[in-house]
């Protein structure tokens, strides 16, 4: 099993900036992509931006050259930067460990979200 933990959500203008942090622990395969997604009600939950372990990434077009991911290996953490917000941002922002830069399952037991952090861009 692996845990995430999101974290670094909040309230914030347009056109500021935000970092998230998801911290992992447990039995971490560090082979597999990890990404961060968001979610607004009555909408399926979408990828914003996702990385491999050799370093490639894929972002939605949506926040192409605003946010960027990073990885942490030695702290087990991946990180989205978030600049230049617009309110269209606004969202629970979740972290997933094993779907691919496409947002694909690659295996079925090693699909792991957390719980989810709000962030939202007031106009």
């Known amino acids: 099993q692996v845990q995430l933990v999101e974290s670094g959500g909040g309230v914030v203008q347009s056109g500021g900036s935000l970092r998230l942090s998801c911290a992992a622990s447990?039995?971490?395969?560090?082979?597999?992509?990890m990404g961060w997604y968001r979610q607004v009600p009555g909408k399926q939950r979408e990828l914003v931006a996702a990385i491999t372990s050799g370093g490639y990434v894929n972002y939605a077009d949506s926040v192409e050259g605003r946010f960027t991911i990073a990885t942490d290996n030695a702290k087990n953490t991946v990180y989205l930067h978030m600049n230049s917000l617009k309110p269209e941002d606004t969202a629970i922002y979740y972290c997933n460990a094993g779907r691919n830069l496409a947002g694909i399952v690659v295996q079925t037991n090693y699909d792991y979200w957390g719980q989810g952090t709000q962030v939202t861009v007031s106009s």
């Open positions: 447990g039995t971490i395969d560090s082979s597999f992509p």
